[in-house]
């Protein structure tokens, strides 16, 4: 009999929380099982959702930022010995009132960070999209506490990122509308402008750098990312080409000034996947939007976004930070050659430390949180606000969230706490406590957006407690499984992932019992899905407006 859940939400009365505990996290990915040799890295070093990275060094150390969108806390801060280790120190949108998420779908909020380091000030700069346009903010420690947004006066577009020359002089780069009438879709341009420190403003006329992208009369798409860097008298303009998919690619270009005019490379695109065979080992696409930093030895290096993929291209785990060494070859920076795939295992920087573990940044690892702090574990994130539902100061050791009425279909603040999927085979448990009451549903989230989401979750009826796993695609909301299960009894609720086949499993005490097994799960895939994150995984609560219900 097919069974059904009740939504809508905004009638639901206030519920008990539901407690949970022992959040376990476990990747086993085959790419990863490659032993590493003593001054080696993986790919990704930041496995996950951890798009669009930029990186800036200051003395011997680095510090990257991504971009995170409706997701909160916002936009990651990490540091670095040797870009391959990397340390989350917090992040720069971290308390209400820096940003306002309300209403936000999953992928818009804030877009493609670059960080910035001048005198004793980092800076950050950012476009919070639909939420109010171009900004940055500053700190005097990268761990924070970050200021509140200075919203940049006339700047439009998006990807700001700020240019200091030698002579301290300092620009402002952006992708915006070009001059005139745009030629055709995804017709943007690359803008500079200059910009005032002592003022915190961009000041005097605007310029376009690029117009269009290295090949105008292939009228390419969506160049963005932009930044600039000064070698050896010489100006170099590195942007992002092609959009975030398979076509994604690093071009690069220089002149003399930083006003141009700027002489695109003849071996343009600097870095690309798009030009490899379909059928190769553990691939990786949609290569592109590399920052360039200099190393302690002189060597440059580049971080960039790509995608492990499985399958004709899907991915749950999102767009990725991978590192590759750049060579400059008779005065351009190439990070790799047209036709060679990135490889998943590389020779680190001369310096790098010692131990070829990254720990939970990359590789395989398991991860365990006992909710035995006061505070969350900051690799916890939640859409669109901080999570004032969850609680875990009155029961130590015990996460205590009060369901909501609001649901992960819509752009409301749903009581679901997630951490990236780091792999494309893992699997994600925990304890829950079944609700006392009816009406409430608790359980783990796998979550790619308001439409693409699973639920394995756990409801108290008229007929008892229910176990469920539930399916949101745009084509609606559907009960795929469900099964009676005794009451008093200490549930485990369990997700496993091998690429596109998913297994809902619980346990009462008896050992697993499978609920659903091989569903296929590639909705989730961004690809599919469309967007720019990738999947969460975490606890869930709801009030719903009823309990189960037949048809």
Not at 29 to 38: G, M, Q, S, V, Y
Not at 70 to 83: H, K, N, R, T
Not at 98 to 112: C, E, H, K, N, P
Not at 368 to 395: H, M, N, V, Y
Request: aromatic letters at 12%; hydrophobic letters at 40%.
């Amino acid at each position: 009999m097919l069974v059904a859940l009740a939504f809508a939400g905004s009638q639901a009365q206030a519920a008990t929380p539901v407690a949970f505990d022992d959040f376990v996290y476990r990747g086993d990915d085959a790419a990863f099982a490659t032993p590493l040799a003593k001054g080696q890295y993986r790919n990704p070093v930041l496995s996950g959702f951890y798009p669009d990275p930029a990186v800036t060094r200051v003395g011997d150390r680095y510090y990257l930022v991504n971009s995170t969108f409706a997701y909160f806390p916002g936009i990651p801060v990490f540091e670095s010995e040797d870009l391959v280790h990397w340390r989350l120190l917090g992040h720069a949108i971290d308390r209400p009132g820096q940003l306002d998420f309300s209403g936000l779908g999953t992928s818009r909020g804030v877009f493609a960070p670059s960080i910035a380091h001048h005198g004793d000030t980092f800076y950050i700069f950012n476009t919070a999209v639909d939420n109010g346009g171009n900004f940055y903010v500053t700190a005097k420690d990268p761990a924070g506490p970050w200021s509140d947004p200075v919203w940049l006066k006339e700047v439009d577009g998006i990807d700001p990122s700020l240019f200091i020359d030698d002579d301290g002089k300092a620009y402002l780069l952006n992708n915006g509308p070009p001059e005139g009438t745009p030629r055709y879709a995804g017709h943007r341009a690359i803008w500079l402008q200059a910009f005032d420190l002592a003022t915190g403003q961009p000041t005097g006329p605007r310029k376009v750098l690029l117009d269009g992208g290295v090949e105008p009369a292939k009228n390419p798409i969506w160049i963005e990312g932009p930044h600039i860097y000064r070698r050896d008298g010489w100006y170099y303009l590195s942007c992002a080409e092609g959009g975030t998919g398979p076509e994604h690619s690093q071009v690069v270009l220089r002149a003399r000034s930083p006003w141009g005019p700027f002489e695109p490379y003849a071996h343009n695109p600097i870095l690309t996947q798009r030009d490899l065979p379909a059928d190769r080992p553990h691939p990786i696409a949609n290569a592109g939007h590399a920052d360039l930093v200099e190393g302690r030895d002189g060597r440059w290096w580049a971080v960039f976004l790509a995608s492990r993929i499985y399958g004709e291209g899907h991915y749950q785990t999102g767009r990725e930070t991978f590192l590759l060494p750049v060579e400059w070859r008779d005065g351009w920076p190439v990070i790799l050659d047209a036709g060679q795939a990135i490889p998943q295992v590389a020779n680190g920087p001369s310096w790098q430390r010692g131990d070829a573990t990254q720990a939970t940044r990359s590789g395989n690892f398991t991860w365990r949180d006992d909710f035995g702090a006061k505070t969350l574990d900051p690799e916890w994130i939640s859409l669109r606000a901080a999570p004032a539902w969850a609680d875990l100061r009155s029961q130590p050791g015990v996460l205590l969230i009060s369901p909501r009425a609001d649901g992960l279909e819509g752009h409301g603040l749903p009581a679901f706490l997630g951490r990236r999927q780091q792999h494309q085979r893992f699997e994600a448990q925990v304890r829950v406590q079944p609700p006392g009451e009816q009406g409430v549903t608790a359980g783990l989230a796998l979550y790619q957006d308001e439409a693409h989401w699973y639920v394995l979750g756990v409801q108290r009826t008229a007929r008892g407690l229910e176990v469920f796993v539930q399916k949101q695609t745009p084509e609606g909301r559907q009960v795929v499984a469900h099964r009676s299960i005794p009451a008093g009894a200490a549930l485990h609720l369990r997700i496993q992932a091998d690429a596109g086949l998913g297994d809902f499993a619980f346990d009462t005490g008896a050992g697993w019992q499978p609920l659903r097994e091989r569903e296929d799960i590639h909705v989730l895939s961004t690809d599919l899905a469309g967007g720019f994150v990738g999947v969460t995984v975490g606890p869930y609560a709801r009030a719903e407006a009823a309990p189960f219900q037949e048809d």
